[in-house]
DNA sequence: AGTTGTCAAGCTAGT
DNA sequence: ACTAGCTTGACAACT
């Protein structure tokens, strides 16, 4: 079981994250912050691998606007010899790496312009894991979309969609839950339809279900995923107090985490935290599962 | 140097 | 009609 955190460490004084304005788009710029946030990244996973935190998700700015139209470099080309130590760093320490492309990627939308932007950047995403030639296990997650008043209709156009992706995308491709939309029950059903390999969000399960149980949710996402995708992952997160539904807590509620686990016996997927005060919480999520003697990689 | 409005992109529920 | 919330964070123009 590994134990992971989104995006970015805000103990280290850098991030992987810059980007900066369309309107100041340049190839330079472009250059300089690949760079900037390709070297940031080495070093969180540094970090991380001295903290016993074998799981990053990558967020989806490392390489600004390269889906866009406007960015003709050849970024994995450029850059193949950093994103190949990056990847060589992972596997040599046996690290989980995702990546979650953000809210506007939509496959399942009516408008087809956007389908098509969203294919791109799903493809700018596995392209990444490509470039550091990490195995499959190495998971693009998606929501399923839109429901438009009709889920059925979305569901299906999702589905055609979902076949029609080119076959690098395929397979690192997960779908999660959400909280309003698609419930654990309706990605069970695409997956029946289409393959696709379930990731369990506890906290959006928690906001939207059909009345399973934590146990019951995540024995059966986990069989949606085959040997070949690895262990499964999961994301966790928890209600911030006094918030609208929905909203992440700043920081991990340790006994609300451990009963979780304790519900995923047997299972032991790979823990995403999805917690604002990210890196914090995975070190604490840490701490707490090495006292209860369970082994973390 | 620090603050604040704005940023490529979408959708839904709540006010 | 408008905003919060989602991975909210980071840039860039302004005090």
Known sequence: MRIGYPCINNSIG????????LASYSRKKLLDTVKENLDCLKKTLGWNLEHGIMFFRIGSSLVPFASHPVCKVRWQERFSDEFRELGAFVRKHRMRISMHPDQFIVINSKDKGIVKRSVKELEYHSQVLDAMHLDITAKVQLHVGGVYGDKESAVSRFVSEYKK???????RLVIENDERCYCLKDCLGISRKTGVA???????????????????????????????????????????????????????????FLGFIRETKGIDPDVMLEIKDKEKSALKAVEALRKKGKKIR
Do not use: M
Not at 14 to 21: G, I, P, S, V, Y
Not at 165 to 171: Q, Y
Not at 208 to 216: L, P
């Open 165 to 171: 992706l080119p076959a690098h995308v395929k397979r």
């Open 14 to 21: 850098c991030t992987a994250n810059h980007t900066f304005r």
């Open 198 to 256: 379930v990731l369990f969000d506890s906290f959006h399960h928690e906001c939207y279900n059909k009345g399973e149980s934590f146990r019951q949710a995540v024995g059966s996402a986990a069989k949606t995923w085959k040997r070949k995708d690895g262990r499964p992952t999961v994301d966790y997160s928890s209600q911030k107090k006094g918030r609208k539904k929905g909203s992440h807590t700043v920081t991990i509620n340790t006994k609300h």
